[in-house]
T-cell receptor, first 114, second 114 residues
């Protein structure tokens, strides 16, 4: 009964490949996020989706594209992977209001580009 | 640019003692939220405590409390009666109530000594 689940947990791939990371939440939240945590542990927001609309799009390369087929899913697709894309990617969801604004995180996907 | 600062890269505390982790932020928003998350060595992100900018009382959650000083733009996390399991990295986050934009501090690594 994981609240926010992302797959795969580990992903090793070669430069130039295209890959996707899937995220699903069963909390009924309206907003989902993708974060990147680099090797120095810095956390940075990449995307935020609210009711299937992109509301924050930080300055990330357009090789990264979030795709939300429905409110419960926000997948991250990455084209032409580069060495610098190696990081841990976290998916999260939240809902402002009575249920609390805190974000619930997935377990993270460690992406290694070789 | 609006930013959030955690000035302590690493902290040590003796088991059963209290510890304060610093967080200062820069914002022009009237409405915003402040969050603390814990990231143990296993990598998951765990929500600890939330403070709204309009909340007059400091937030408390069990052994965690937030020392919110709005005029000084600080939101320090206080952990009372430290336990060995508190050893982790701690992140402060600010979220704009107007734009939804959010930003993390660079994190503080806490080590609890037996």
């Amino acid at each position: 009964d994981t609240a926010v689940s992302q797959t795969p947990k580990y992903l090793v791939t070669q430069m130039g490949n295209d890959k996707s990371i899937k995220c699903e939440q069963n909390l009924g939240h309206d907003t989902m996020y993708w974060y990147k945590q680099d090797s120095k542990k810095f956390l940075k927001i990449m995307f935020s989706y609210n009711n299937k609309e992109l509301i924050i799009n930080e300055t990330v390369p357009n090789r990264f594209s979030p795709k939300s087929p429905d409110k419960a899913h926000l997948n991250l697709h990455i084209n032409s992977l580069e060495l610098g894309d190696s990081a841990v990617y976290f998916c999260a969801s939240s809902q402002d209001g009575g249920q609390g604004p805190e974000a619930f995180f997935g377990q993270g996907t460690r992406l290694t580009v070789v | 640019a609006q930013k959030i600062t955690q000035t302590q890269p690493g902290m040590f505390v003796q088991e059963k003692e209290a510890v304060t982790l610093d967080c200062t932020y820069d914002t022009s928003d009237q409405s915003y939220g402040l969050f603390w998350y814990k990231q143990p060595s296993s990598g998951e992100m765990i929500f600890l405590i939330y403070q709204g900018s309009y909340d007059e009382q400091n937030a408390t959650e069990g052994r965690y409390s937030l020392n919110f000083q709005k005029a000084r733009k600080s939101a320090n996390l206080v952990i009372s009666a430290s336990q060995l399991g508190d050893s982790a990295m701690y992140f402060c986050e600010r979220r704009s109530g107007n734009t939804g934009k959010l930003i993390f501090g660079q994190g503080t690594t806490l080590q609890v000594k037996p």
